[in-house]
């Protein structure tokens, strides 16, 4: 769906929940109390940046109307000191596509059972993707909802084509998102005020076709990604089960799951076309500059064989100084019972295929705790100070409220079975983090930040002729903290 000379898609959905006291609803109360940030109006919202193109030389925007805006229009200029920068920019159609929230269907036309939208009306998703940019270059950009009703200018720098790089990562946000998880964005804002892109590592929302939840997802981000893009990652609760099956529950990875299909129109994602289209947009990499190259996995998703064979031509064919995968699925953090055999096939799946590529970091979720382990030789515990070789780091993490537990444990089964190259070097519980990651040259930089900016895990990698080392920070020797609830876990939604 993307156009020539920029893109737009749309596909407008959400809005949800019903008003309380007069039913302006039609089909009860599922919910009396609809927030003014959840409704779409006909000024522009849930303003987002992505990366499906070069990142040096273009960049996605996508937002939400209500269904009366039928024209995707936005407007770009170079920054300036001027006051009236504005003149002279360029106005850019792109694409607008209508969402039903009551009926949400697949691209197969099934529709989605249970869904709680009932009562909301039809909105419009937009989509435009600048191009012809010049790289590390700081552009104005606003879009329009109906005539008259533009968002506020907002800056937003391309990428450099090599240099210094500041990345973030988020891990599940899913529970508590609006009400909790919201501070956990904040603090990166203030935290890495210069990071470049964000990656969010799955389980965005708890229920992926209710509105209410990318509403609080929406508003917990606030600015984050009108100046900063978004690199996405499907998890297991951005996918929908369109049938129960005796046996197979939530933790299977079965052909009738699809990921929801809020997620397609709400963001711009790179589309991999030698991929299932059931993959496109949920497996897809971005070479952000010469010296980082992301690559995305659906590890929620079908054809797993072929998300490999695409991995490994793409890994194999870069360049990059540093390479990244992120999934949201953990490969080394189940134990005993707790892992599906379906995952433990794709676990050892991924673990061959690590064998033979050059990946620096692999950087999950899921688990809803803090993990953070290596494989390399001679890899030992809280070694401080000390350089080791390291192969790939392992980095496991969460925003949300919902409590995991790390299974320590587990990582020694898994080191066993891999004649003890693996070791889990830090962990933590119901304590929410996000990834930092700085990287200059050969050089990178990792620090975990809890909640009120300090640093609760940290590392750095060194690249040279023989090899990477790791050196532990002193964060990675303190006392490790596995705190319980400070009340119980409800629901996903006690939070409000």
Not at 430 to 450: E, H, K, M, Q, S
Request: glycine residues 8%.
């Amino acid at each position: 769906m993307k156009l020539s000379y920029l893109s737009h898609r749309i596909g407008a959905a959400l809005l949800g929940l019903t008003l309380g006291c007069a039913p302006a609803f039609p089909h009860g109360d599922h919910e009396r109390d609809q927030p003014h940030w959840q409704e779409a109006t006909g000024w522009p919202d849930r303003i987002i940046t992505t990366l499906p193109g070069d990142p040096a030389r273009s960049f996605a925007v996508s937002w939400r109307t209500n269904i009366d805006v039928t024209v995707a229009l936005a407007e770009i200029a170079p920054a300036s000191e001027v006051a009236r920068f504005d003149l002279g920019a360029s106005t850019v159609k792109g694409e607008t596509t209508p969402l039903s929230l009551e009926a949400l269907r697949t691209a197969d036309g099934l529709e989605v059972p249970e869904i709680h939208n009932t009562g909301l009306p039809t909105v419009n998703y937009h989509s435009v993707t600048f191009k012809g940019l010049d790289p590390d270059t700081l552009y104005a950009y606003r879009v329009r909802g109906e005539t008259g009703k533009w968002s506020a200018w907002r800056q937003y720098r391309t990428a450099p084509l090599d240099g210094p790089i500041s990345f973030l990562f988020f891990g599940d946000a899913q529970t508590g998102i609006r009400s909790h998880v919201t501070r956990v964005f904040d603090t990166a804002r203030q935290v890495s005020p210069y990071a470049r892109f964000a990656i969010h590592g799955g389980d965005l929302v708890n229920t992926p076709f209710y509105d209410r939840e990318w509403a609080e997802w929406f508003e917990a981000l606030g600015p984050t990604h009108y100046v900063m893009p978004a690199i996405l990652v499907a998890g297991n609760h951005d996918y929908v089960n369109l049938t129960k099956v005796d046996g197979e529950d939530e933790k299977l990875f079965i052909a009738d799951k699809t990921v929801s299909p809020i997620w397609r129109p709400q963001f711009t994602l790179p589309v991999e076309s030698d991929l299932p289209a059931d993959l496109h947009e949920t497996v897809y990499d971005v070479r952000y500059s010469e010296d980082v190259h992301v690559f995305v996995l659906d590890s929620s998703g079908i054809a797993f064989d072929a998300q490999l064979a695409w991995l490994e031509r793409q890994v194999m064919a870069s360049k990059a100084r540093w390479k990244v995968l992120t999934m949201h699925h953990p490969l080394y953090s189940f134990v005993g019972g707790n892992e599906h055999p379906a995952h433990l096939e794709r676990r050892n799946q991924i673990a061959e295929a690590l064998e033979k590529l050059d990946i620096d970091v692999v950087i999950t979720g899921h688990r809803h705790s803090y993990q953070r382990g290596q494989i390399g030789d001679d890899v030992a515990r809280y070694a401080v100070g000390d350089a080791q070789s390291v192969d790939t780091v392992f980095i496991i993490t969460a925003s949300s409220t919902k409590r995991g537990e790390s299974k320590v444990d587990g990582w020694q089964r898994f080191s066993d079975e891999e004649d003890g190259d693996y070791v889990l070097t830090r962990s933590g519980d119901n304590v929410p983090l996000f990834a930092a990651f700085d990287l200059d040259g050969d050089t990178l930089t990792y620090r975990a930040i809890d909640a009120l900016g300090e640093v609760y895990d940290g590392f750095t990698l060194t690249k040279s002729e023989s090899g990477t080392t790791l050196i532990n920070s002193d964060e990675a020797s303190e006392p490790e903290k596995t705190y319980d609830n400070t009340a119980p876990y409800i629901a996903w939604d006690d939070l409000r």
